[in-house]
Every structure is written in structure tokens, then in C-alpha cells.
């Protein structure tokens, strides 16, 4: 078996990750002191994480939230959270496929935190890279679609290791996917006890429950 | 606007990169010495990487087909691959969202390349850092499926701008899919003049024109 091993840049992404750390600890502190509960979305391309926010931001009109976009190039995500009228701070990572602390700091000071209980940050997406790089969020939320496959969980075992919650999006494709659903959900308890949530964030389909969650962790 | 210019570590990643051309140059040379073409997958998690290269190599009863799989943890997907009766190496990748020349190069020294005329490498789920990492092969392929949407020539360009081939996958849910087909042609047009074909890896539909493309850019 060939292992990454002849990484040549390890102990530099060492350095990264040490650094990074150092400033998310930073960011915690700052959101604290304002008691804002930051979330960091992490899911692959299309697993649904910006059409999530949306059906998510309309269930909580009664908290402030803002969004901090993480995108390569393009405003696309950011300009369909706007029209939420929700303040929204993009990131563009220029290549990234990740976000990093400092950068996300910079976004905060963007944001008059006194005035927010919710930060989203939607992160780039990629299930390997944001889930190493801690923002300084309260917890990382895993975004899984129906139509990526169940292997997912046995795949990325760091991600559900690390989450707090999972969203399975995409549900109603559960019907025309060959998706098991019960080793889906057998393979993350293996990993982790977490609540797994199942949406549909265009019909608004289980959305409550995960709002319901939201409002307690808060 | 805020941009990724604070990332603290672009000269390393720079000098990686550096690195990594050097090598993939390498590989080419390696490659053609022995008259085989390196084929590079990309696209992100569940696009549907791995069932688009069994439908694949089906068809090529008359090549001989090798496949290197980029995989974080698991050898799921080499599993797979290896009930088709084609070597397979596995590049486990222990955290990193990319492959590298250079571990490309120590699989290929596991493969006896005279009698191999296609190396498909099936890179790591990600339409980001593959993207920036030349690994020496002959040609990128974008792998996108429609249940991921049809803003990714948009969020993505890097991928199609180095893409000679782009596969649309699933196509049998166009019909469920708010995905607009003409837009995401007509975007990848805008970046650049490639063939895209669609295709559903499951019933085979479409595989055909893709696997004649194949033959002919050998």
C-alpha cells in the first residue's frame, strides 16, 4: 500500500494548521465576548450547504444571524444569501480549498457581533481540507447529499468525527438513489453519536427539526 | 471585498507546486517512453468518479487499462476497481485534498507500463487543489454530476479552463433537477471549446461517445 507519506510540505502544513489554531482561539474569544454561536458548514460541491442557509435563516426570524461565504472566484452563493437581507461577508479563497481562521477573523470584524446571536459560515466545498482547519466555530455541521452515496461516513471519518450535527439533504432523491440508508446512519454511530437530520431545504421537508436543534444548541 | 490575500502560506505552496511540475515533467517522459496515457479525473465527492470509470473500462475490452485511486483513508473505491481484473494502486492520501506528482510517480513504478495504454487516475473528491496540481497525465477530465447543479463552470473555470474533456453525469435526473443544461453548456463555452458529454454510468447511456473520444485521443 502507498501512503501520502512522501508528502514533501508536512511539516510546513504543520506550521499552517499550529498557526491557524493560534488565531481560532482568537476568534472564539471574540465571538464569546458578544455570546455569537458560530457554525461552519462543511460539504462537498452541490450537497446543498447555500440552499440549506436559506431554508434555515427563514425558520429563525426571531435571532440575528450573518453568513461569512467562502467561495474560489464567484459571488454566486453570496448574492442569494443577500436577498435574505442578512449582512453577508464573502471570502474569496483565490484557489483555496479552504478557509482559514485569519481570514474568517477579518470577515468577523466586517460584522457588528453585539448585533448577531448566529454566524454561518459556509465553507468551501471539499469534505477533506476545512474539516482540519478550525475557524474557531462552536461546531462544524456536516452537509451530505442523498445523490452523493452513503459512503461518505467511511470515506471522510474525520469530518463526522469532528461535527456536531449532519444534515442529509436532498431526501426526497432517497427513492431513486441507490442510497442505504440504514449503514449511512450505521457507519456514523460507528464514528460518532450525532444527531443526523433529514432535509429537503426546497420544500422545507425536516427543516424544523433541525431548526429546533439549532435554537437548543444556542 | 475581502480576499484570500492573508493566506500566510502561499510562497511554500508556491515552491510545492514548483516542486510538483518538476516531477509531473518527469512522469510525461516516463509515460511516453512506454507509449501510455495518463488520464486525470476530476470532480467532487459522489460526482460519480468511480462507477464513470467502470463503465469505462467495460468498454475498452481491447485496451489495457491500469487505475490509480487517490482515497483519503478507505480502498473502497479500489475494491471496486479491482473486480474488473485491472491493476489498481492506491494512493491513500492521510488528510490531503489533492494528489501529487510525485506520489503518482511511485504508483506508477508498481505498474509494469509497457503493457499498460491507459492510466486512469481517479483523483481525490474535489474540484479545488486537483486542480492546481499537474500530475503529469495527458489530460484532465471534469467529472460534474447533475444532482451537484449547474453553477460549477461558473464557480469553478480553473477545472474546465485546463479540462480536454468534461463528462455530465446522472443524467437521468435532469428530469427532478432544477439544473439548466443550456447554461451550463453555454458557461463552459464561455471558458473553453471542450466536449462535454453526458452520460448515466449505471445504464450506460451516452458511455459510448465518450469511450469513442477516448479511443481517439490515443
Given at each position: 500500500m502507498l501512503k501520502g507519506v512522501f508528502r514533501v510540505e508536512i511539516p510546513v502544513i504543520k506550521r499552517v494548521l499550529e498557526r491557524n489554531e493560534m488565531v481560532a482561539e482568537e476568534v472564539r474569544r471574540i465571538l464569546d465576548d458578544s455570546s455569537t454561536v458560530m457554525l461552519n458548514f462543511i460539504g462537498g460541491p452541490g450537497a446543498g450547504k447555500t440552499t440549506l442557509l436559506e431554508a434555515t435563516i427563514r425558520m429563525l426570524p426571531d435571532y440575528k444571524v450573518a453568513v461569512i461565504e467562502g467561495d474560489i472566484t464567484t459571488t454566486t452563493d453570496s448574492e442569494r444569501i443577500k436577498k435574505l437581507n442578512v449582512p453577508v461577508v464573502q471570502i474569496e479563497t483565490e484557489g483555496s480549498c479552504h478557509l482559514e481562521s485569519l481570514w474568517v477573523k477579518r470577515a468577523l470584524?466586517?460584522?457588528?457581533?453585539?448585533?448577531?446571536d448566529f454566524v454561518f459560515v459556509e465553507n468551501v466545498g471539499n469534505l477533506v481540507c476545512p474539516t482540519e482547519?478550525?475557524?474557531?466555530?462552536h461546531a462544524k455541521i456536516g452537509v451530505l447529499s442523498?445523490?452523493?452515496?452513503?459512503d461518505k461516513p467511511r470515506k471522510y471519518p474525520l469530518l463526522f468525527r469532528l461535527a456536531k450535527a449532519v444534515l442529509l439533504t436532498k431526501v426526497d432523491m432517497l427513492p431513486y438513489f441507490n442510497f442505504n440508508e440504514d449503514r449511512f446512519l450505521s457507519d456514523i454511530r460507528k464514528i460518532k453519536d450525532i444527531p443526523v437530520f433529514k432535509v429537503n431545504s426546497l420544500t422545507g421537508d425536516g427543516i424544523a427539526n433541525w431548526v429546533e436543534w439549532l435554537r437548543s444548541f444556542r
Amino acid at each position: 500500500m502507498l501512503k501520502g507519506v512522501f508528502r514533501v510540505e508536512i511539516p510546513v502544513i504543520k506550521r499552517v494548521l499550529e498557526r491557524n489554531e493560534m488565531v481560532a482561539e482568537e476568534v472564539r474569544r471574540i465571538l464569546d465576548d458578544s455570546s455569537t454561536v458560530m457554525l461552519n458548514f462543511i460539504g462537498g460541491p452541490g450537497a446543498g450547504k447555500t440552499t440549506l442557509l436559506e431554508a434555515t435563516i427563514r425558520m429563525l426570524p426571531d435571532y440575528k444571524v450573518a453568513v461569512i461565504e467562502g467561495d474560489i472566484t464567484t459571488t454566486t452563493d453570496s448574492e442569494r444569501i443577500k436577498k435574505l437581507n442578512v449582512p453577508v461577508v464573502q471570502i474569496e479563497t483565490e484557489g483555496s480549498c479552504h478557509l482559514e481562521s485569519l481570514w474568517v477573523k477579518r470577515a468577523l470584524e466586517k460584522i457588528d457581533l453585539r448585533d448577531v446571536d448566529f454566524v454561518f459560515v459556509e465553507n468551501v466545498g471539499n469534505l477533506v481540507c476545512p474539516t482540519e482547519f478550525d475557524l474557531g466555530e462552536h461546531a462544524k455541521i456536516g452537509v451530505l447529499s442523498v445523490t452523493e452515496g452513503d459512503d461518505k461516513p467511511r470515506k471522510y471519518p474525520l469530518l463526522f468525527r469532528l461535527a456536531k450535527a449532519v444534515l442529509l439533504t436532498k431526501v426526497d432523491m432517497l427513492p431513486y438513489f441507490n442510497f442505504n440508508e440504514d449503514r449511512f446512519l450505521s457507519d456514523i454511530r460507528k464514528i460518532k453519536d450525532i444527531p443526523v437530520f433529514k432535509v429537503n431545504s426546497l420544500t422545507g421537508d425536516g427543516i424544523a427539526n433541525w431548526v429546533e436543534w439549532l435554537r437548543s444548541f444556542r
